[in-house]
Structures are given as C-alpha cells and as structure tokens.
C-alpha cells in the first residue's frame, strides 16, 4: 500500500535538496567558486526570512512573553482575533504582527547588512560575472521556489501553524542566519587555503544540507534531537493559543462606538512616537543628511524607512481604537472588534475598581474624551484599558453604566511650559552660536544636533507634554 505521508513528504523535500544540490552544478558546469556559492546562500537567507513573514502571521500558538516590550508595534500583542487573507485560508492573527514587523527588521537591516560586508570583505564587484550572476539568479529562483512549495504543503495544508509560534518561526531564521555566518567563514578559510573549488563546495553544501535536514526533523517531522545539538536548536516553549472571550446571552442594550475623527487625530502622537525607536532615529539621521549634501536618493532611503515607521503606528492605533464599540449587556460590558468579529474583553460592571476621565491634548482640541478602567480578573491580572475617544464622554458613561466622571481639563502649566521652553532656547544657543560664528557649517551643526541631543530632545518633549496635560 502506498505511503501517502511519505510521499508527500518527498514531494516536499525534492525541491529543497534539488536547490541545494544546484550549487554542485555551478561549480562543474559554471566555475562557481565558494564565494559564488556563498551568494547564493545570502539569497537564500534572504528568502527564508521573507516567507517567515507570513509563517509569523499564521502562527496560532503564543511565544512565552519574554522581551516582547522591545518588538515593534508590541501594543498589538493583546489584540484577540484574526482574518483571513484568502478563500477558506487559516486566520493571519493581529497579536502576531509584532513579530511579523520585527522580521522585516531582520530583512531590512541585519540581512542586508551581512549582504554588503559580504560583498565589502570579499570583493564581490571583481568576482562576479554577468554569467555568474545569471546562474546565481536561477539558482535563487529555485530556493523561493522551494520554499513556497514547503510553505503550502507543509505549512499551511498539513496545517502545521496550529503546533506553530511566531518565536519559534523566529529561531528558525536566526539558526539560518547563524549558519550562513559560519559559512562564510568557512568559504574566507578556504579561499585563502587555495583549496579546490569542488572540495570547498563539498564542505560548504554538506554543512547546509545537514542544517536543512535538522529544520526538516524538527519543523514537520515531529523528531526532536537529542544532547546539547537538541537544546540549543530546539524550539519548544510554544503556549497554548489566548482562550476566546465568551459573549453575554442576549441582544446588548447599548451599542456605543468611537468617534472616528478623533481616533485618527489621536493616532498622530503614537504614530509620531516610532521615530524615538532606534530604526526611526536612523531613518530621521538620513533623511536630514540626504537634506543636508542634497542627495536625494539618500532622502528617498530615510523616507522609505520613516514611512512603514510612522504609518505602522497609525495603522496599529487604529486596529486597536477604530474599528470597535462597546456593547452594554446588562451589568456587563464587553468590547467588541467589528472587522475582527471577536470580542477583547469582558467584564462585570461591580468588579471594576475605578473609572476615570483622563486629560489628554487630542480630547482638548477636539471636545471628545476617554474613559480609563481599572480591574483585576479571578487571575489577580490588572486590566487598564481605555474606552473612546467619544463626543459626549459623561453621556457615555452613564448608557454604559459607569459612575459619571470629572471630565474637566484643567488649564496647560504655564510655569513648566516656559521653565521648558528657556531649557530648549539654552540648549539651541550652543549650535546657533557655531554657526554664527562660522566655525562650522549649518548642515554639520544640525546632524551633531541630531545625533548627539536625541535624547535630550525626547526629555524636553516629555516636560512639554507634562505641561500641556498639566500633570
């Protein structure tokens, strides 16, 4: 009788070992050397951590919260639900997309990093041929071919994203990536050995061959090695996917849904945050220097890394604030995601410890305002999640059932305000004078400003912020 889980597993694993056989074939019939082979697998890395993308996204089990404040767009982790990108497709989680953003990170900045010192220590410019990059391109083709046949058959049609989580997809690709370095120098050991090509090819496809059957064991095989190998390349800790927020019986009687205008005026400042991030200070860093020598491809490179930045920021405050209502069953509320079609969270109206108006500079300008609650679920877990912003908060308030609060806003703190403002204009004395003076050019004075008082600058924006919410 024919085995139809060992041929779909071989169906699987031809594509992968017919790519990574390839490199055999460039050096017999093309000349490829290592370092050709090299490129080739920098290409690779490359396309692993690309389809990772969406292995993050269908991931369904969680990662142990650990270091999960440092991800970007990390205030998405809470957020229940997901959808489907197509027909009869498995759900792409929103709680997921910290991890999905961090691995385009990877893309963008640890990949083509190891890229250019490849290309930099090795002297690629002089090596490669035009033939050589034609052979290295169908080479590439056949490994994103690879993957993406690994990617539906095993991935998503056996459905291995259920025993799946977004850290573990993540391992996989920094043990990718930690291979390819011990590569690399494995292949500078053999160049400067004047080693046959064939030999160091042999090496280098026997050390990749054997990490892929390692990936395969552990990712599809439901074979766990054992020893020190076992622990260090593993990838257990998965947890249990979040449990569903169980819905009230009954049709709410209040239906209450943020003021859409003032959730995307409210996005601004959290969209604006991103650049305190260490990419988005970089980013501000190029732009200003591509301003500065008018070079506008180097304007171009800071813009298309401030643009996903910012953008990313708006876009998670709104999945988190625009697309809910509030829905009142009795003496409970609950928080509904519409386009999710999920509920947040649940809670009984007696078991919240407070609730609270707070003051904030968008509800200021726009006449709106936010209910802040305080609760602790039968785990001991605080739960401090904000409500609106809504047009009439008071009248808000009471169709939920909440105890009506001091929605005034005090007056901005003129004394901080100033006090602020003379530590700024002390601190801009120092670069206007350099440029008075003429001991250095504007365009140097504003890039030390930006790479030496980031930090200062972030505090004074703190003081002027506390003034305007008179804190």
Known sequence: MIDRDALRRVATVIPLLGANLFPVVGVLSFGWTPVAVLVLYWVEMGIVTCWSVPKVLFAQRRSPEVGHQHLPLSELREKRGGKSLWWDGPPA????????????????????????????????????????????AVGGVGMAVGRGVEFHRE???????????????????????????????????????????????????????????????????????GGIVGRLLDSDGNEDPPERVSMPDGTPDERIRPDSRAVVADGIVPGMSGLASRTGYLAVLLTAFGVIV?????????????????????????????TVEYRRYGDELVEYDR????????????????SSVPRRVVDRFLGTGTIALDWRDADEERHVPSLGPFEEVNDVAERLGLSATDAEQKDPDRTMFVAAAGIALTFLAVPVGAVVSGEMGAGGVVILTLLFGGPFLMVLGALLWVAAMNW
Do not use: C
Request: net charge neutral; hydrophobic share 50%; no cysteine.
């Open 294 to 322: 008018l070079e506008w491809v180097v304007v171009a490179a800071g813009l298309a890394l401030l643009s996903p930045i910012v953008l990313g920021k708006l876009g998670s405050h709104y999945l988190r604030r625009g």
């Open 93 to 136: 989680y929103v709680r997921n997309v910290p991890f999905a953003a961090a691995q385009v990170n990877i893309l963008l900045l640890v990949w083509l990093v190891l890229g250019a010192f490849l290309f930099a220590q090795l002297g690629l410019q002089n090596r490669m041929t035009s033939a050589l990059m034609r052979t290295v």
């Open 155 to 225: 991935y998503i049609r056996e459905e291995n994203y259920v025993e799946t989580s977004p850290r573990a997809t993540q391992r996989a690709t920094a043990r990718h990536m930690a291979v390819f370095v011990l590569l690399m120098g494995v292949a500078g050991v053999i160049e400067s050995a004047r080693t046959a090509s064939l030999v160091g090819v042999g090496v280098i496809v026997a050390a990749k061959l054997a990490h892929e059957v390692h990936n395969y064991r552990t990712e599809y095989a439901d074979e766990r090695p």
């Open 339 to 354: 386009w999710l079609d999920e509920p947040q969270w649940r809670v009984a109206i007696d078991d919240i410890e407070e």
